[in-house]
């Protein structure tokens, strides 16, 4: 067995052993690999392990993998930040993007996503712990950009996006993360149907689970370190 393989099975491991302890269905989060800055022979070798769904930050990088790998079923999602010129690459190439947290990207976006594709799965990514210079939108304007976002046709709403500060330790990754749902839980109760919490790591994919993450983006635990 090769190293990813061992690895993603630890990994599908925690998830089931944190959706036990929560509560929660076995299954009911998602593993999301993510391969930035390995090559595509590691892709393929986790895609050999059954994975299916990759995230990728660097987008020009993404891009070349995205295209070699084109003979195979998988997923792509991106979870980094998207520069205005670099938004028809995403829109052409992903079937996700977690990271929108303006109105203006998601408008390019969605004049940008080819009719022949369906439409780009989208997380608004959120900025839960007033983190310097960090993306996302400010929890008291999610709601704003949310209902803006819901009404592209090219786009699918599907959910929220955060990459808290890393915690010292479980209860105050637990307390962060249970922001981020409670904030869904309200967009929802105005209206809205999202679905997907990307939430989680591999340092804090257990709080993550436990608050309620029903997607969690893993890389240093399946790739090793970068
Ligand atoms: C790199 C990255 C990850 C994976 O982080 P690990 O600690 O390696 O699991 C998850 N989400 C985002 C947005 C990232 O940039």
Request: include cysteine; aromatic fraction near 4%.
């Amino acid at each position: 067995m090769t190293m990813i393989a061992a690895n993603l099975q630890d990994v599908r491991a925690r998830l089931a052993a944190a959706c036990q302890a929560a509560g929660r269905a076995p299954g009911a989060v998602q593993l999301l690999a993510v391969s930035k800055t390995f090559g595509p022979e590691a892709v393929v070798q986790a895609f050999d392990a059954g994975q299916r769904a990759f995230g990728e930050n660097y987008i020009q990088e993404a891009v070349q993998k995205i295209a070699v790998l084109r003979h195979l079923p998988l997923e792509w999602h991106c979870i980094g930040p998207i520069q205005s010129n670099k938004t028809r690459l995403v829109a052409e190439n992903f079937d996700w993007v977690h990271t929108v947290d303006q109105f203006k990207t998601a408008t390019r976006l969605n004049e940008q996503r080819p009719a022949a594709l369906s439409p780009l799965q989208v997380c608004i990514q959120v900025n839960i712990d007033q983190g310097l210079n960090k993306s996302g939108v400010e929890p008291h304007d999610a709601l704003t950009l949310a209902l803006q976002v819901a009404r592209l046709p090219r786009l699918r709403l599907r959910g929220l996006m955060c990459i808290p500060e890393p915690c010292a330790d479980f209860a105050a990754a637990l307390a962060v993360h249970t922001r981020v749902k409670t904030l869904m839980d309200q967009l929802n109760a105005k209206g809205l149907s999202l679905d997907t919490l990307s939430l989680g790591m591999s340092d804090d994919l257990e709080a993550a689970v436990s608050a309620g993450s029903t997607l969690v983006r893993v890389g240093t635990a399946i790739f090793g370190k970068r």
